[in-house]
């Protein structure tokens, strides 16, 4: 993942207050060398996407089950914007992934 990535990602821990999601980014954007990636690097990043893309799918499935549960609640909108803006996210993810599996092959 580039640096925008991350500062994208960051953004977002910030936005749902997510403290240790933004710990973990800060710790990764440390830790993140200019020098191009060697194959096992590659290998670690597309396992750090398929590690997001499954946190992802945890937060839709627990947002659509408050979705479900709380029909009538005042915070509908809400809880269908964050779905919106995961499911964006993991698209984007989902296209990574697939960028990732074609340069290591």
């Given at each position: 993942?580039?640096?925008?990535?991350?500062?994208?990602l960051?953004?977002?821990?910030?936005?749902i207050?997510d403290g240790q999601?933004?710990?973990?980014?800060?710790?990764?954007?440390?830790?993140?060398?200019?020098?191009?990636?060697?194959?096992?690097?590659q290998?670690e990043?597309?396992?750090e996407l398929?590690?997001?893309f499954?946190?992802?799918n945890?937060?839709?499935?627990?947002?659509?089950?408050?979705?479900?549960?709380?029909?009538?609640?005042?915070?509908?909108?809400?809880?269908?914007?964050?779905?919106?803006?995961?499911?964006?996210?993991?698209s984007?993810?989902?296209?990574?992934?697939?960028?990732?599996?074609?340069?290591?092959?």
């Amino acid at each position: 993942m580039s640096v925008d990535d991350y500062l994208d990602l960051l953004n977002y821990a910030k936005a749902i207050k997510d403290g240790q999601w933004q710990a973990d980014i800060i710790e990764r954007l440390k830790n993140l060398s200019a020098a191009a990636e060697s194959p096992q690097i590659q290998e670690e990043s597309v396992i750090e996407l398929w590690s997001r893309f499954d946190a992802i799918n945890i937060m839709i499935m627990k947002l659509f089950e408050k979705l479900r549960e709380n029909e009538h609640s005042e915070q509908q909108f809400q809880w269908k914007e964050q779905l919106w803006e995961l499911r964006l996210e993991r698209s984007i993810l989902s296209k990574k992934i697939l960028n990732r599996y074609i340069r290591i092959r």
